[in-house]
């Protein structure tokens, strides 16, 4: 069965700083368009971040420069470093998947596969 | 970065109902387009890409229209578990975006 299973949130204090884990099971990381969106509460999805199977990245611009997506091979595991916290990063942070078409390997830039969401809470 | 505006941002529905969400990109995005559902407490499922695809194992009474700047999902028949929240994103450039959201309510 192919799933995420995300780790990580917690509290921290304004400034602080927190790493998410992701672990992918029935798939491998390294070969997969992998991301994070997020949804702070009373609100909807934000796009955060993405890495590519040959390791270009992109970010949300309310994140760039703050956080940081890397994945480690040999776990098979998915990160997100969030750095200088902030109470607008509180949300429940989602992994995710960028669906590849069985058909040709297309890529499509939408995610397929979800983790189930961890909370991430900024507050002194 | 494009902004995704949907409309409307909540409808009452009853089962059986047909129910139509727009999604207009603020620039053209061709059919760079996906729809999302999402229930409370649980995380989003993809229904359709490229605007108009329907995802594996996603019901057909779910269809997904438009391309360059204008967009919309339908649901037929609406079903008890239908009533969700749903998302438009563009992923033509990034960063990708959503719209807002929709909350399909019961009537």
């Known amino acids: 069965e192919v799933q995420l299973v995300e780790s990580g949130g917690g509290l921290v204090q304004p400034g602080g700083s927190l790493r998410l884990a992701c672990a992918a099971v029935?798939?491998?990381?390294?070969?997969?368009?992998m991301g994070w969106v997020r949804r702070a509460p009373g609100k909807g999805l934000e796009w955060v971040s993405v890495?590519?199977?040959?390791?270009?990245?992109y970010y949300a611009d309310s994140v760039t420069g703050r956080f940081t997506i890397s994945r480690d091979n040999s776990k098979n595991t998915l990160y997100l470093q969030m750095n200088s916290l902030t109470t607008d990063d509180r949300a429940v942070y989602y992994c995710?998947?960028?669906?590849?078409?069985?058909?040709?390997?297309?890529?499509?830039?939408?995610?397929?596969?979800w983790g189930q969401g961890t909370m991430v809470t900024v507050s002194s | 970065a494009i902004r995704m505006t949907q409309s409307p941002s909540s409808l009452s529905a009853s089962t059986g109902d047909r129910v139509t969400i727009t999604c207009r990109a603020s620039?053209?995005?061709?059919?760079?387009l996906a729809w999302y559902q999402q229930k409370p407490g649980k995380a989003p499922n993809l229904l359709i890409y490229?605007?108009?695809t329907l995802q594996s194992g996603v019901p057909s009474r779910f269809s997904g229209s438009g391309s360059g700047t204008d967009f919309t999902l339908t649901i037929s028949c609406l079903q008890s578990e239908d009533f969700a929240t749903y998302y438009c994103?563009?992923?033509?450039?990034?960063?990708?975006?959503f719209g807002q959201g929709t909350k399909v309510e019961i009537k």
């Open positions: 890495i590519y199977s040959d390791g270009t990245t």
């Open positions: 620039q053209g995005i061709s059919n760079y």
């Open positions: 994103q563009q992923y033509y450039i990034y960063p990708r975006t």
């Open positions: 995710a998947r960028d669906l590849v078409l069985a058909a040709g390997g297309i890529h499509v830039a939408a995610f397929d596969i």
């Open positions: 029935g798939f491998t990381v390294n070969s997969n368009y």
């Open positions: 490229a605007a108009s």
